[in-house]
């Protein structure tokens, strides 16, 4: 795969989860920062229902692909498009091209 400037048409903010000691207690806190903002290509992969505790969700993957960048795990999330997606796959293409990142859209 060759990657071409004019695929990579969206930009995403890849962002990773740090643990601070947020409150007066020492209770830690969550809070997401800024990993990297790139250009990408958003591929939707697949949109499926699933029956969990007799409830229907929806269930969105998507393929995100950018250029190379070293760091990129699967604890991570990427906003894009006013909506967060947990990554659940990174993989490196032709030895350092580029990251294909999958990832599932948050439920609100």
Known sequence: MTMK????DR????????VSA?????EPQDSWTTFA?????????VGRELAQAQQISGEVTTKFIIRWLSGVQD????????QYYDIFRVHELNRREGVEIWARARQS
Not at 5 to 8: C, D, I, K, P, V
Not at 22 to 26: A, I, L, R
Not at 75 to 82: A, T, V
Request: glycine share 8%; proline share 3%.
């Open 5 to 8: 400037a004019g695929e990579l």
């Open 11 to 18: 930009r995403i903010t890849i962002q990773q989860n740090t």
């Open 22 to 26: 947020g409150s007066e207690y020492g």
């Open 37 to 45: 903002t790139v250009w990408a290509d958003v591929v939707p992969m």
């Open 75 to 82: 604890n991570m999330r990427i906003s894009y498009n006013s």
